[in-house]
């Protein structure tokens, strides 16, 4: 379905049922799904959240600016486990960051990340934006419109967009699709409205699932219907 996805990966997916930190078995969850999906062909590029080890909304009683690069370091954790992860199967990784750190990941150079995808690398992009006060969701819509992705893929601890709270109205009822502009419009907080806008603006369509459901981001690379889709 698609040759090349963006895959965005929450933190708290991979703490798994943990809650905090990285669950061995969630990460080769994923890795086990991205492996096949390389080997089938598909470009694959992939956000890590950091919320499993620090949300900058925590930082309440310090400067924004700190707590949210705090929670960038946080999405570099992340990434390192995955890439270990990724390689120990035999497929070749580069782990790039947006704010510069040269004896753990290369800098985040658009250029090498086409590269690699020639070369049959999974990138890891961690950081986000590199700059407070975005999320890591506008940073894996920025990522994912800079190497022209076929399609945004939210890999969540909540399988789709509901109609409400899920966890607070049990008559809330998922959907299979909507628009751009009415998750814009209701204020949705299934992710951020700047990533939503910018994947609006660049035609990217966003496929928000859950992980915990079977070979999920395999199913939605592969254009199966599953979650919400929003376009």
Not at 48 to 70: I, L, P, V, Y
Not at 85 to 110: C, D, H, S, W, Y
Not at 208 to 226: C, W
Request: glycine share 8%.
């Amino acid at each position: 379905m698609y040759k090349r996805i963006l895959l965005k990966i929450s933190g708290e997916a991979l703490a798994g049922e943990d809650g905090t930190g990285i669950n061995p078995a969630m990460v080769d969850k994923v890795v086990t799904q991205i492996v096949e999906l390389n080997k089938l062909g598909v470009e694959i590029a992939v956000v890590m959240g950091g919320g499993n080890f620090w949300r900058g909304r925590q930082g309440d009683f310090m400067e924004k600016a700190t707590a949210d690069q705090m929670g960038m370091l946080a999405t570099v954790m992340n990434g390192l486990a995955l890439q270990d992860a990724i390689e120990k199967k035999g497929v070749a990784t580069r782990l790039q960051t947006a704010i510069t750190m040269n004896t753990i990941a290369e800098p985040f150079i658009l250029r090498k990340a086409f590269n690699h995808f020639e070369h049959n690398r999974v990138v890891l992009f961690a950081c986000g934006t590199g700059n407070p006060y975005f999320s890591t969701d506008t940073g894996a819509a920025l990522r994912a419109a800079q190497i022209k992705a076929d399609a945004l893929l939210m890999a969540k601890n909540i399988d789709g967009i509901y109609s409400a709270d899920p966890r607070k109205d049990k008559s809330a009822k998922k959907l299979d699709t909507i628009s751009y502009m009415e998750m814009i419009d209701n204020h949705i907080a299934h992710m951020d409205a700047t990533a939503v806008t910018m994947c609006m603006e660049n035609k990217i369509p966003i496929v928000t699932f859950g992980l915990d459901e079977p070979n999920s981001i395999v199913r939605a690379a592969m254009g199966e219907k599953i979650g919400t889709t929003v376009s």
